[in-house]
């Protein structure tokens, strides 16, 4: 994809799914959430691709283990919040079952990721 090591990591590419589906799911929020949950929504879901390359490129293992740590924290504020949206029913359940499918996805590849990370 790109000239950066993170460009290639399939769980990079993971999290930019991750992105682009919560970005369509937003379009359905009501307008009195604009700067609530639709804000902390796409900076939580953002965050992890952003901790996902901050910590991939010139880092030592500790130190990407470390921003692996920060992306699997903004994806469980991003979990949160998907839970905050289908309990006000601002979104049927239906429409953000494939949403958490690829953030669970995300989520375990991330952890399989930093187990690799220390086993090295």
């Keep these: 994809m790109g000239e ?12 930019l799914d ?3 589906q919560v970005y369509e799911l937003i379009k359905s929020l009501p307008e009195s959430e604009k ?3 639709n804000s902390q929504l796409v900076r939580a879901a953002t965050s992890v691709s952003l901790n996902i ?4 490129t010139g880092q030592s293992n500790k130190e990407q283990l470390r921003f692996l740590g920060m992306a699997i924290r903004s ?4 979990v949160a919040c998907l839970d905050m949206i ?4 601002y979104i049927p359940i239906n429409e953000l079952t494939q949403v958490k499918k690829t953030g ?7 952890t399989k990721f930093q187990k690799v ?3 090295e």
Excluded: P, W
């Design 4 to 15: 950066y090591k993170f460009q290639s990591l399939l769980v990079y590419q993971l999290s």
């Design 18 to 20: 991750y992105i682009d």
């Design 35 to 37: 700067f609530n949950l």
């Design 53 to 56: 390359a901050e910590g991939s």
């Design 75 to 78: 994806y469980i504020e991003s």
């Design 86 to 89: 289908e309990r006000r029913g």
């Design 104 to 110: 669970r996805t995300l989520f375990l590849k991330i």
């Design 117 to 119: 990370l220390r086993n």
